[in-house]
C-alpha cells in the first residue's frame, strides 16, 4: 500500500539533463525509484544516469508508460513544463521548483482540477513511500519503512523530525511534503484522508508552521475524520509578526494564522503537539 | 513588493480605475503646485503601511499655502515606523458612501478571491463576517461582467453604480492578473459627485513574479543586510538577539530559532540560505551575520539538495579567506554528510550531529 506512490510507480524527470536533476534521478536511482525517462526540451536523444531523454513528455508518453512526473525546472518555465505534463495525462505531478508566481500556480491548479491530476508542491521536498519509492530530493538513508505517516509543509525540518523517528526505531510509511508556498496542490486534509485509508500507516505526524489556515483547517478535519494518533509539529513560535519567515506562506498577517491560534486548534482535536522536533517520537510511543 | 498609494493609484489610472484628481510631491513647493488647481485638498503622508489618519499622517486644507504648510510638517517626519519621503495631494472629496473592494489570493481554494463590503473606510478585519461578500474567482475565465453585476447587486448597487462597480472590478481583476499582485484593495471606494471613485490603493506584486516586470517602480521596504542577502538567493530577516543563526530551509530554520529561544537564548536573525551552498553565498551570508556583531554564530545545516560537502568547503574557504572574531557552531547532516564532517575534521572544525546539542552549545556560548 504506502499513499500516492510505491514500488509499482514508473517516474519521469522533467530538467533531467541539469544540475540538480541529474543529481536527484542518480540519487532516486538509488533508493529504488523507478525512473523509465527524462525530458528536456532540445536534449533528445540524450542519455542520463541510464535513462533515455526525450525532447517533449508526449514523445516520452509514446514509449514508455508513465505513472507520474517531477519537475527540476527553473521557476519561469515551470508553468509550462507542469501543463506539459498534466496536458499529457500524466495523474501525478510532483514540482520541486520554488519561487513560482503565485499567479502560475493557480493557473497549474485549475487545469490540474480540469484534468483530474494530483500534483505536489510546488517549493516541495517531493513524497517517499519508504523502501518503495522517492519521488524528489530528500536525502536517501532516513527513509526507512515502518508505519508512522509524515505530512508537512516544511523540507528541511521534515528530514530533521523523519530522522528522529528513524533513530528512535520508528520508521515511516509515506512522507509527504505539500510545499511552502501560499498555493500548493495538496492540503493535509488531502494527504491525512490517504493516511486514514492507508492499512500501513498506524500514526501521523504533522509538521506545519505559521501563516495561513491550513493547520487549523485540518485540525477542523481531524475531529471527525481521523481516528490514528495525530502528533503535531509547528515552526515559527518566536516569528514577528509581520516578517515573511522565508516560505511565501510562512506570516502573520493581521493576527491570523499565530502559532497559538494553530496549537490550540490542534490540541482541541486531540491531536498532541510537540514543543520541539525531537519530542515527536516520544509523544508518538505515548500514543499507540 | 508592496507599493505606495500614489504608485497604486497611478496603476489604477492606466488601467482606467477613476482616481481623485491630484498628484505627489517630495517638497512643500511641489505639494503647493499640485494643490494649485484645488479647491479643497488632503495631503497624504506615503508610507507601506495603514492606519495613517489615526497616527496624525493625513492633512486636510485648503489652498496652496496650507498644502505647503501640511507638507512641510509631514515630509521627512517618522511615521509607523517608516519615513514620510512623499505625499499625495488630492482633491477633497464629497463622500457620500464608502465601500470596501480588494481581489487577493486565497491558499485553501487555490484561487483569486474578490472580497467586498458595504461598510468601506475600516479594516476588513474589523468589518462582521455576514457584511463581507466573498467570491472565488475561475482562473479560465477570470472575472468576466456578469460577475461584477452580481456582487453589485449584494452591495446594494443599482442603476448607474452597478455599471460603474462592474467595469471597476473587471479593471482591478486586469491589472491583478497582469502586473502578477497577490492583492489589490481599493479602501474606501467611495461614491461623491455620482460617481465610484477608488480613494485609498494597496497593491502588493508578487516578489517571485518580479522577473517579468521590469518596468515597475522599485519599492524598497526591506534593510541594506535584507536586500543584500535576497540578490544572493538568501532569505534573511532582521531580529535583536545576539545569536546568529543560518539554516537550509525556511522551516528549520524557523525551528532554530524556536530551539534557541526555547533554551533561553536570543536569535539575532532569520537567514534561510536555501538549496545549494556556492561559495560566494556562504562568504555573503557569514558577512551578513557578523555584520550584527552577534556573540556566536548557529550554522544548522540538514543535507538535502543541499550538499554537505558543499558546505563544508564554502565555510573553509571563507575561514581562510577573512577572520570569523566570534565562535561558530556548526551542525551538519544529510547528503554527503561523512565527506562534509571529514572535510571540517581536516581543518580542525567540529560538527554536531544533533540540532539539540547544537542549539545548547550555541546558547551556553552566547552567555559566556
Known sequence: MAIYIDEHTRVLVQGMTGNQGSFHARQMLDYGTNIVAGVSPGKGGQTVVGKPIYNTVAAAMRDHDIDASVLFIPAPFAKDAAFEAIDAGIKLVVCITEHIPVHDAMEIMAFAREKGTTVVGPNTFGLVSSGKCKIGIPPNQFFVPGNIGVVSRSGTLSYEIVANLTAAGMGTSSVVGLGGDRVVGLSFIDVLTEFEKDPETSAIVMIGEIGGSAEEDAAEFIKDNISKPVVAYLAGKSAPPGKRMGHAGAIIEKGKGTFEGKVEALQSAGVKVADLPFQVPQLLKELM | ?368
Open chain 2, 1 to 368: 513588493m508592496k507599493l505606495f498609494e500614489y504608485l497604486g493609484k497611478e496603476l489604477f489610472k492606466q488601467y482606467g480605475i477613476p482616481v481623485p484628481q491630484g498628484g505627489v510631491a517630495g517638497s512643500p513647493e511641489e505639494a503647493a503646485r499640485k494643490a494649485a488647481d484645488l479647491a479643497e485638498a488632503v495631503v497624504k503622508s506615503q508610507i507601506l503601511s495603514g492606519k495613517r489618519g489615526k497616527a496624525g499622517g493625513i492633512k486636510f486644507v485648503s489652498g496652496v499655502d496650507e498644502a505647503k504648510k501640511a507638507a512641510a510638517q509631514l515630509l521627512g517626519t517618522e511615521l509607523r515606523g517608516f519615513k514620510v519621503e512623499r505625499v499625495l495631494v488630492e482633491e477633497k472629496l464629497p463622500i457620500e458612501k464608502e465601500y470596501y473592494l480588494a481581489i487577493t489570493v486565497d491558499g485553501s481554494a487555490k484561487k483569486p478571491v474578490i472580497l467586498a463590503s458595504s461598510e468601506g473606510g475600516m479594516d476588513i478585519e474589523e468589518v462582521l463576517e455576514d457584511k463581507i461578500v466573498r467570491q472565488e474567482v475561475n482562473v479560465s475565465i477570470g472575472v468576466q461582467p456578469y460577475l461584477g453585476r452580481e456582487i453589485a447587486e449584494r452591495l446594494g448597487l443599482t442603476g448607474d453604480y452597478a455599471k460603474q462597480f462592474t467595469k471597476i472590478i473587471t479593471r482591478i481583476y486586469t491589472m491583478f492578473k497582469e502586473l502578477d499582485a497577490e492583492l489589490v484593495e481599493i479602501n474606501p471606494l467611495i461614491i461623491a459627485r455620482d460617481k465610484l471613485i477608488a480613494a485609498d490603493s494597496k497593491v502588493t506584486i508578487d516578489d517571485d513574479a518580479l522577473f517579468r516586470h521590469k518596468d515597475l517602480p522599485k519599492v524598497e521596504e526591506r534593510t541594506e543586510a535584507e536586500q543584500k542577502a535576497h540578490a544572493l538567493g538568501l532569505s534573511y530577516v532582521e531580529l535583536d538577539g545576539d545569536i546568529a543563526i543560518m539554516a537550509n530551509g525556511a522551516g528549520i530554520t524557523m525551528a532554530t530559532l524556536d530551539i534557541i529561544q526555547h533554551y533561553g537564548g536570543k536569535p539575532a536573525n532569520f537567514l534561510d540560505a536555501g538549496g545549494g551552498a556556492s561559495i560566494e553565498a556562504m562568504a555573503a551570508a557569514l558577512e551578513i551575520l557578523l555584520s550584527t556583531n552577534p556573540k556566536v554564530i548557529l550554522i544548522n545545516i540538514f543535507g538535502g539538495i543541499t550538499r554537505c560537502d558543499d558546505v563544508a568547503n564554502a565555510f573553509i574557504t571563507v575561514k581562510q579567506q577573512r577572520e570569523i572574531p566570534v565562535p561558530v557552531v556548526i551542525r551538519l547532516v544529510g547528503t554527503n554528510e561523512a565527506e562534509g564532517v571529514a572535510l571540517l575534521k581536516e581543518h580542525g572544525i567540529v560538527t554536531f550531529r544533533s540540532m539539540e546539542e547544537a542549539a545548547r552549545k550555541a546558547v551556553n556560548l552566547a552567555k559566556q
